[in-house]
């Protein structure tokens, strides 16, 4: 229950976060997301990842491609739209932005906090990195 309960702080901080940069809901959280799993990424996946409708990520999903942060995963046997990253700033961008707010939120717990976040946003995997190779990271 109280891993719950710190996630949902988590979400709501990050959903605070996420209009005031963006002015969408969940944008933040997403691309972040994206850029910390390994590909293919896919709308279903996402959505049931973070808790969304399906439509949310899809839409989001479909942003990313065109703004050039995702490109169509080419599949002969899946029928499903499915993506992989390109290098592009959104990625640390988000990445830097996401762990901000959760220090905002406990500077003094900031580590145990990014463990349970991204435990519970990737299915106990943990965060693919981002590198120097990515536009825009320091």
Same mark, same amino acid.
């Given at each position: 229950m109280k891993h719950e309960a710190e996630i949902g702080r988590i979400r709501d901080q990050l959903?605070? =976060?996420?209009?005031r940069l963006f002015s969408k809901k969940y944008r933040l959280e997403i691309a972040a997301v994206i850029g910390a799993e390994e590909p293919p990424i896919w709308a279903r996946q996402l959505a049931r990842r973070l808790e969304i409708g399906e439509n949310q990520a899809a839409s989001e999903l479909a942003e990313f491609e065109q703004l050039g942060a995702l490109r169509i995963f080419p599949s002969d046997f899946d029928r499903r739209k499915l993506y992989v990253t390109a290098p592009h700033y959104l990625w640390g961008f988000t990445r830097q932005a996401l762990e901000h707010a959760i220090h905002a939120l406990d500077p003094e717990? =900031?580590?145990d906090l990014l463990v349970t976040y991204w435990a519970w946003?990737?299915?106990d995997d943990t965060p693919r990195p981002i590198t120097a190779d990515e536009p825009g990271w320091p």
């Open positions: 959903q605070e =976060e996420s209009r717990r =900031e580590g946003a990737l299915d």
